[in-house]
């Protein structure tokens, strides 16, 4: 069955510096999500992304935050500057068409720790 | 704004007997989705509700969709010690939109 992959599982990163988190979704899926989920929390919405556009965007995903589609299949999520607040696992997430039959399908996330 | 709530935070059973965790939201939805979190993994899908008053059973789980399409369980009978984890559910105010998860409910059982 096809996956949503990301890498890498694990990152740690110095507070301050910038981090790309890299998802290829599944390959005929035309909506990506990136969701992130702080240790022991619910998983939060950061970002939606259609047509090579941000189509949705919580209140999370502020100015440090961008997402990119730089060829057919990759889908990153850069963080600038980072913050201590920020060590969290990221989940990318991608669906095939506007049907409501279809579910997003979630990668095995990264954990970024921010040191 | 959208909420998903969800209770209980914490349920803690005797294996073999039953789990039932309840989500509601503020404003109906389009559809519902269930998953499953072993600690230190990632949400794996179970389901999702899309009709009104939809009931789907996948073995020991039943899932409902609520009339309004605001609330939704997941009901797990006889409990098994794989059944060990956090479930989810996460609501879709519409097709293609954000998925808004509740805050969880997990699941430990004493052998």
């Known amino acids: 069955e096809p996956e949503v992959t990301q890498t890498p599982s694990h990152q740690v990163t110095q507070m301050g510096q910038e981090v790309i988190l890299r998802c290829v979704p599944i390959?005929?899926?035309?909506?990506f999500y990136w969701y992130r989920q702080i240790l022991g929390q619910k998983v939060e919405f950061l970002v939606s992304?259609?047509?090579?556009?941000?189509?949705?965007k919580s209140e999370i995903f502020d100015d440090q935050f961008s997402v990119e589609r730089p060829d057919g299949s990759n889908f990153t999520l850069k963080i600038r500057s980072t913050k201590l607040e920020d060590s969290a696992m990221y989940f990318c997430?991608?669906?095939?068409?506007?049907?409501?039959?279809?579910?997003?399908?979630f990668g095995d996330g990264t954990r970024l720790s921010i040191l | 704004g959208q909420q998903v709530m969800q209770i209980p935070q914490y349920q803690h059973v005797q294996e073999g007997e039953d789990f039932t965790t309840y989500c509601n939201s503020s404003t109906t939805l389009s559809n519902i989705q269930w998953y499953k979190q072993r600690p230190g993994g990632h949400p794996v899908f179970l389901i999702q509700?899309?009709?009104?008053?939809e009931v789907k059973k996948q073995k020991r789980l039943t899932f409902q969709f609520g009339e309004a399409k605001k609330n939704s369980s997941l009901h797990i009978t006889a409990t098994q010690t794989t059944d060990v984890g956090t479930y989810f559910c996460?609501?879709?105010?519409?097709?293609?939109?954000?998925?808004?998860f509740g805050s969880g409910t997990r699941l430990s059982i004493r052998p």
């Open positions: 996460a609501g879709s105010y519409s097709s293609a939109s954000k998925i808004i």
């Open positions: 390959s005929n899926h035309l909506y």
């Open positions: 992304f259609y047509n090579n556009e941000i189509s949705e």
């Open positions: 997430a991608s669906m095939g068409a506007i049907d409501s039959n279809q579910p997003q399908h």
């Open positions: 509700l899309v009709k009104s008053g």
